[in-house]
T-cell receptor, first 114, second 116 residues
Framework: EAQVTQNPRYLITVTGKKLTVTCSQNMNHEYMSWYRQDPGLGLRQIYYSMNVEVTDKGDVPEGYKVSRKEKRNFPLILESPSPNQTSLYFC?????????????FGPGTRLTVL | KQEVTQIPAALSVPEGENLVLNCSFTDSAIYNLQWFRQDPGKGLTSLLLIQSSQREQTSGRLNASLDKSSGRSTLYIAASQPGDSATYLCAALHDDSGGSNYKLTFGKGTLLTVNP
């Protein structure tokens, strides 16, 4: 089954404790991205990657890092989480075709930073 | 910069009613437009995708239209049911960085409540 998986699904942590949210897709997609969703602000792009070793900032990259060492994986790293990073996070992927394919989303990770 | 707006922000209808959700976007240079459904605290379920060359797509009781020139899309739901209650999001896929970022810009959604 074609899917995007994220782990963990729920996480409560404390300020400053480094964490990683994993994202993996099994569709051989080139393009992957991370979004966060906040009440009243909607979904906003954090980082994206066009292919292995190619990453770039989205609209709200501050406080986040990403890496793309393998095509299927695109982890989101919070080196020193702060309470304003409490949010619902989604990973997404698509084929990167210029025609524009459907974006597939992971199930989301609900992060609370105390 | 692409901006996507959804009107209304919330809608409450009686069961059985047909309804239309509206989505507008400021930059017509899009690859496609997707409609999603989101239940409270849950993930995104893709409902319909309309390519930029298409005018509409249908799936069951759902019909989505796209008018690129006017920057508008609508989602029509026929014979609404209580199980349709959710937030509906539209999102425009566009090139944000000269060919290097196939980015989805989302509207803030319409919260639909269908009353039995």
């Amino acid at each position: 089954e074609a899917q995007v998986t994220q782990n963990p699904r729920y996480l409560i942590t404390v300020t400053g404790k480094k964490l990683t949210v994993t994202c993996s897709q099994n569709m051989n997609h080139e393009y992957m991205s991370w979004y966060r969703q906040d009440p009243g602000l909607g979904l906003r792009q954090i980082y994206y990657s066009m292919n292995v070793e190619v990453t770039d900032k989205g609209d709200v990259p501050e406080g986040y890092k990403v890496s793309r060492k393998e095509k299927r994986n695109f982890p989101l790293i919070l080196e020193s989480p702060s309470p304003n990073q409490t949010s619902l996070y989604f990973c997404a992927s698509n084929s990167g075709s210029p025609a524009g394919d459907e974006q597939f989303f992971g199930p989301g990770t609900r992060l609370t930073v105390l | 910069k692409q901006e996507v707006t959804q009107i209304p922000a919330a809608l409450s209808v009686p069961e059985g009613e047909n309804l239309v959700l509206n989505c507008s976007f400021t930059d017509s240079a899009i690859y496609n437009l997707q409609w999603f459904r989101q239940d409270p605290g849950k993930g995104l379920t893709s409902l319909l995708l309309i390519q930029s060359s298409q005018r509409e797509q249908t799936s069951g009781r759902l019909n989505a239209s796209l008018d690129k020139s006017s920057g508008r899309s609508t989602l029509y739901i026929a014979a609404s049911q209580p199980g349709d209650s959710a937030t509906y999001l539209c999102a425009a896929l566009h090139d944000d960085s000269g060919g290097s970022n196939y980015k989805l810009t989302f509207g803030k959604g319409t919260l639909l409540t269908v009353n039995p």
